[in-house]
């Protein structure tokens, strides 16, 4: 399974971003996904989840009411919506695929390069 994501770039805080990751190689519908981030300096940290059939998502609270996630499978993809978005948002955003709906990162087999989100204050 090989994950493109991007949509990544500079914004005001405040303002919003919509992030989407394309995958190719794999069953898309069958995977669950997932977006983590890693900030300057730190480690990679959860951000949101979203099962195989769409139905059942979870977010971190940092960005809980602000952030969602979506996935269309009949074009293998996976968004995260990001909405009054604040400078401790800046990140490299990853998407990543794999086989339960989980925050542990090391339940992911497949990882996209990364976009890199910057908010400025």
């Known amino acids: 399974v090989q994950l493109q994501a991007s949509g990544g770039g500079l914004v005001q805080a405040g303002g919003s971003l919509r992030l989407s990751c394309a995958a190719s190689?794999?069953?898309?519908?069958?995977?669950?996904m997932g977006w983590y981030r890693q900030a300057p300096g730190k480690e990679r940290e959860f951000v949101a989840t979203?099962?195989?059939?769409?139905?059942?998502?979870y977010c971190q609270d940092s960005v809980k009411g602000r952030f969602s996630i979506s996935r269309d499978n009949a074009k293998n993809t996976v968004s995260l919506q990001m909405n009054s978005l604040k400078p401790d948002d800046t990140a490299v955003y990853y998407c990543?695929?794999?086989?339960?709906?989980?925050?542990?990162?090391?339940?992911?087999?497949?990882w996209g390069q990364g976009t890199l989100v910057t908010v400025s204050s």
């Open positions: 990543a695929s794999g086989p339960v709906t989980s925050t542990d990162l090391s339940t992911y087999l497949y």
């Open positions: 979203i099962k195989w059939n769409g139905v059942t998502t």
């Open positions: 190689g794999g069953i898309f519908d069958i995977n669950d």
